[in-house]
């Protein structure tokens, strides 16, 4: 491999030895276009190649579990007819650089993880940690983010019911901001993210195609911060979101799907094109050419390679037949959606790129190989050097505090100007809102079956915990998120995790990182509880300190009569209190 190419392939994040695996899968050097397409599928954010074989040892099965790790978001049957939708979501890196922008797109890339399973999204919720806010540029991150969440999430009409807020110092130049959503729908809607069909037609629909966000997944969420230079650098990476737009893509996607009008969909989120395209091809065992002058760009003089790896929002890939194209347009239109057809499906497995319908074939290469032929490291791990230090420190050592009363206060602070900035109402669904142990939710929206049953929601994460023991401080975390959700009156029955964690190429991180792991499988396993689907955050570090090991769970519970659920705590002079457990 040349001196040119060499360089090319570590500016795009891959090591030598990934350069070379590529080069032996397709048996010649690649060019640009495909070393770009490797590089951001081929990145931690996509490929979890530091994590997947831990991942492995988590349990993932119930009988109530539709679908489960690996799709965009995991699917239980809630009985009734009605499947439930949920998924968690990073957008650390975005944010910390664009707060607004990084977290508003965060919010619509995960409605879209729900709507492309065929759920319609009826709850957001957002688990946040941020360093002091006492300074100009904490503050700036806090109001970024809380603006970016209610102004994408109120706009496109998806409330958001609760979520965490947390201010430590781990976090001032890494902020966490993770994003979960659930989402609904009749059993039968459900639709997976696959290809078939060889002469079927691969159609994108939503916005059009611009340079934002291009290395998004290699260049920003799979890397560490460095100085304030480096950082601005880093800005054209963040996305920009359009909620109205999303709205619209709801819309006419949900009536596609209830049209059956489409055999497989999925949404463009990190690697853009890149990702949709290949990921679809490969789990539906076909290939797929791509014709990138049909892409409808915002930006004249776009290459190929900024076309295949943007992030551009709102958009996604269906995969329709040639005989239902005309229907498709017209649902489309009636949506206000742009619809174009980008490619076909083919025979053979093997991803191309052309300039054009039966024109030059721009990249070549399996479509498998872009997702199942990633690399997946046992990278080293080891105990941090000072756990043994921070298990023996005894809190009573810690000095008094200078003005205990202050402290107090401080403590005692209402967290609601941050939730008060969103609509927790929208849909009229929800019964328990913010500030509770679980949010409760209505099972009820368009086309839903008619039912008595409800649905409970938390989220959960504790650093201070994961810090001192990761496997068990991640046990308790999940013991603590089941006991909210019962207190609510709910069976808790499936949990979703997102993984913040520090730089995986140091061994603590990774040590950190499997304990965790194996604490959530530990509890999950106790408890009975599936996990159907997850997220890992690498990289949270700054100027080499990596964060403080953050796993933060989702977990989600029915109850059988929302009528019979248990009132909340109520507190009347000379009542019992009782402690259970």
């Given amino acids: 491999m040349g001196e040119t190419s060499t360089s090319l392939h570590r500016e795009l994040g891959l090591t030598d030895d990934e350069a070379a695996a590529i080069e032996r899968i397709l048996g010649r050097p690649p060019n640009h276009l495909e070393l770009a397409m490797y590089a951001v599928m081929w990145s931690e954010h996509c490929s979890y190649k530091s994590s997947k074989i831990h991942l492995r040892r988590l349990p993932t099965e119930a009988p109530w579990v539709l679908v489960g790790p690996g799709e965009n978001a995991g699917v239980i049957d809630a009985g009734d007819g009605i499947a439930v939708a949920i998924r968690i979501e990073s957008h650390n890196h975005p944010s910390a650089v664009e707060p607004y922008q990084g977290a508003a797109t965060g919010v619509g890339g995960i409605l879209r993880d729900i709507f492309t399973m065929g759920a319609r999204p009826i709850a957001v919720m957002d688990p946040l940690r941020f360093g002091p806010p006492d300074d100009a540029r904490g503050r700036w991150l806090v109001e970024g983010v809380v603006s970016g969440i209610s102004g994408y999430g109120n706009s496109v009409g998806v409330p958001t019911v609760g979520g965490e807020l947390v201010f430590d110092e781990c976090y001032a130049e890494n902020p966490l901001v993770n994003v979960l959503c659930l989402g609904v729908m009749p059993k039968e809607r459900l639709v997976l993210a696959k290809a078939s069909g060889v002469g079927n037609l691969a159609v994108l629909l939503g916005s059009t195609t611009g340079r934002d966000g291009i290395g998004g997944v290699s260049v920003l969420a799979s890397a560490g911060f460095g100085d304030a230079e480096e950082e601005s650098a880093k800005r054209p990476s963040v996305q920009v979101g359009d909620p109205y737009e999303e709205k619209r893509l709801i819309e006419a996607c949900l009536q596609l799907l209830d049209e059956r009008l489409v055999v497989g969909i999925q949404d463009l989120g990190g690697a853009g094109l890149t990702c949709a395209t290949s990921e679809t091809a490969s789990r539906g065992g076909v290939g797929m050419d791509v014709y990138v002058n049909e892409v409808p760009t915002r930006e004249a003089g776009m290459e190929p390679f900024e076309i295949m790896?943007?992030?551009?929002?709102?958009?996604?890939?269906?995969?329709?037949?040639?005989?239902?194209?005309?229907?498709?347009?017209?649902?489309?239109?009636?949506?206000?959606?742009?619809?174009?057809?980008?490619?076909?499906?083919?025979?053979?497995?093997?991803?191309?790129?052309?300039?054009?319908?039966?024109?030059?074939?721009?990249?070549?290469?399996?479509?498998?190989?872009?997702?199942?032929?990633?690399?997946?490291?046992?990278?080293?791990?080891?105990?941090?050097?000072?756990?043994?230090?921070?298990?023996?420190?005894?809190?009573?050592?810690?000095?008094?505090?200078?003005?205990?009363?202050?402290?107090?206060?401080?403590?005692?602070?209402?967290?609601?100007?941050?939730?008060?900035?969103?609509?927790?109402?929208?849909?009229?669904?929800?019964?328990?809102?913010?500030?509770?142990?679980?949010?409760?939710?209505?099972?009820?929206?368009?086309?839903?079956?008619?039912?008595?049953?409800?649905?409970?929601?938390?989220?959960?994460?504790n650093h201070r915990w994961c810090a001192l023991d990761p496997r068990a401080g991640t046990a308790l975390v999940v013991a603590e998120a089941a006991l909210n959700v019962a207190c609510a009156g709910a069976k808790p029955v499936a949990v979703v995790n997102c993984l913040n964690f520090g730089n995986p190429e140091h061994p603590e991180v990774m040590w950190q990182l499997s304990e965790a792991i194996d604490g959530m499988g530990d509890a999950c396993r106790a408890l009975g509880l599936p996990v159907i689907g997850g997220n890992v955050s690498l990289y949270n570090e700054s100027l080499g300190r990596d964060i403080d090991p953050t796993p933060v769970i989702g977990l989600l519970g029915l109850i059988d009569r929302l009528d019979r659920r248990p009132p909340g705590a109520q507190f009347v002079h000379g009542g019992v209190v009782a402690l259970l457990g």
């Fill in 309 to 461: 790896t943007s992030e551009s929002q709102e958009r996604m890939l269906a995969i329709v037949t040639p005989q239902d194209l005309d229907r498709v347009l017209e649902v489309c239109a009636r949506w206000e959606v742009r619809c174009s057809v980008v490619g076909t499906v083919t025979g053979g497995g093997r991803l191309r790129i052309l300039d054009r319908l039966d024109g030059e074939v721009l990249a070549d290469m399996p479509a498998a190989s872009l997702e199942e032929d990633a690399p997946k490291y046992d990278r080293p791990r080891a105990e941090p050097v000072d756990r043994a230090t921070r298990l023996a420190d005894d809190p009573a050592r810690l000095p008094a505090p200078a003005d205990g009363g202050a402290d107090l206060l401080k403590m005692l602070a209402d967290p609601a100007w941050a939730y008060r900035q969103y609509d927790h109402q929208l849909f009229l669904n929800t019964v328990e809102g913010p500030g509770g142990d679980a949010a409760v939710l209505r099972l009820k929206a368009p086309g839903l079956p008619s039912t008595a049953k409800a649905l409970a929601l938390t989220t959960d994460g």
